[in-house]
């Protein structure tokens, strides 16, 4: 069996469907003792890290969050195999860029603060925003054009 390292502050609830072939051995963010681990998922705070990893003994592979991982060579003697996270992130910032244009573009930001507000009557404010095409459908007001 595989002893993987992870930080301590992962919920339990993310890790309870993991597969029981892996022993998942929680690190806490400044270790008293010597932890045995195969693998390490290295914290994404350098500071954490340092902290961490003079108490890893046995490690073999060092799997990092993020893409560059040039700086962190030098801390991993030749025999660590260090993955970095390339393409792990593509599709969620892809789908966050998306969601923060079409939250721009509808205005999402207002009509949340609107509803914080809990300004039930700030529709008079939104169609100052928007135009009637002279269906059932709004279409935002360009002010440039106008």
């Known amino acids: 069996m595989v002893r993987v390292g992870i930080q301590e502050s992962i919920s339990l609830v993310l890790l309870q469907d993991f597969t029981r072939e892996v022993e998942l051995v929680r690190i806490?963010?400044?270790?008293?003792?010597?932890?045995?681990?195969?693998?390490?998922?290295?914290?994404?705070?350098?500071?954490?890290?340092?902290?961490?990893?003079?108490?890893?003994?046995?490690?073999?592979?060092?799997?990092?969050?993020?893409?560059?991982?040039?700086?962190?060579?030098?801390?991993?003697?030749?025999?660590?195999?260090?993955?970095?996270?390339?393409?792990?992130?593509?599709?969620p910032t892809a789908e966050w860029v998306v969601a923060a244009i079409l939250a721009m573009q509808k205005y999402l930001p207002f009509y949340f603060s609107l509803q914080q507000a809990e300004d039930w009557a700030g529709r008079r404010q939104a169609e100052q925003l928007y135009r009637h095409n002279g269906s059932d459908r709004w279409l935002r007001f360009d002010r440039e054009s106008h």
Do not use: Y
């Not at 003994?57 to 003697?77: E, H, I, K, S």
């Open 28 to 91: 806490p963010d400044e270790p008293e003792g010597n932890i045995e681990v195969e693998m390490w998922i290295a914290p994404a705070s350098l500071k954490v890290l340092r902290r961490q990893l003079p108490h890893l003994r046995g490690l073999t592979v060092v799997q990092a969050l993020w893409a560059g991982v040039d700086l962190l060579q030098p801390l991993f003697p030749p025999h660590v195999t260090l993955c970095d996270g390339q393409g792990v992130h593509d599709i």
